[in-house]
């Protein structure tokens, strides 16, 4: 087998160097990369080509198979197959400016069912095996029988937990967008992404945020600068607390609670309603009686028009 060297250990960190691995390109009309693991000496110790020939071979025959050009057909792209030790993993992407917040999505993948049971048949026959597929990055067990599409989304989202809790539609996400101006304002930190930091609470069977219109969504918020955080009895911090509060409420996406990373409480909630001063005086231990906790705030159906209803449900510190 001719092949040319890629990269060589030589590039590598000499200080450091055990066993380093040589990329490495066969000289055929395959080109097929593999690596090569030398040691010190440039020995070779071992490589991955039968591993990388299999892959190469699985690609070669089953991308040109009857179910991938119906599968292309009906929009999806980017195929690919990766061979292991064990079994060869299908990776394939939606059609393009299409993902999982879209109806469409799901009945599309529901009907690419029998393709994908052909494809694994197609790959069982050249000795290899199509289990579970990627599809975008949700992983999808092809094994399994769907009574309908419901059925597949509810087992889609059991395989895919936390991909689907920051799922976003592009409407939800602009709506946010369209007020973080007016949260920086107040002084929230409004840099994290918002698919980061808006977030479904409960998910029914079909996949969709429990809830009015079932969207049912938390978003998180955080005191600018971070080393200030907001005090529970501060009526600069309350106001614009409160103008935070309206502006989540003014958008289309119905979030239940908000979720107040570094607010300065006392360590027992139910002194909330008294001043800093009072709670020293019960408590006896100064400044002791409080800490810096994350709190959540209910404010769906929930009238802000005065300071005294804005409410912190945080759990006590433990000593």
Sequence with gaps: MNSEVLISPEQYDAGSLNLSDAEVVTLDEDRIKFSVQVNNLHHIESDNYDKKKKSYDANKQLLTSKPIQHLKNNGFRNFTFETNQKAVDFFMELPENMNFTDEEAFKLVYEAFPDMNSLQETARKSGNNVKVVSISGILVDITDTYDNIDDMKSHIKDKNPETFETYLSQDEIGAVDSIKSDLQTEGFDTERPTDEVLKCGDYLDDGKCAGIVYHLYTFGIEGAPKDSPIQYDNVKDLERLQKALLALQSIDVPIRRVI???????????????????????EGTGDDAFETVTAEISIMHKQFDDLSTIQFDYNEPKD
Excluded: G
């Excluded at 607010?263 to 800093?276: E, G, I, M, R, S």
């Design 260 to 282: 107040l990373h570094s607010l300065y409480a006392p360590k027992t909630a139910f002194y909330q309603d008294l001043p800093v001063a009072e709670v020293k005086e019960i």
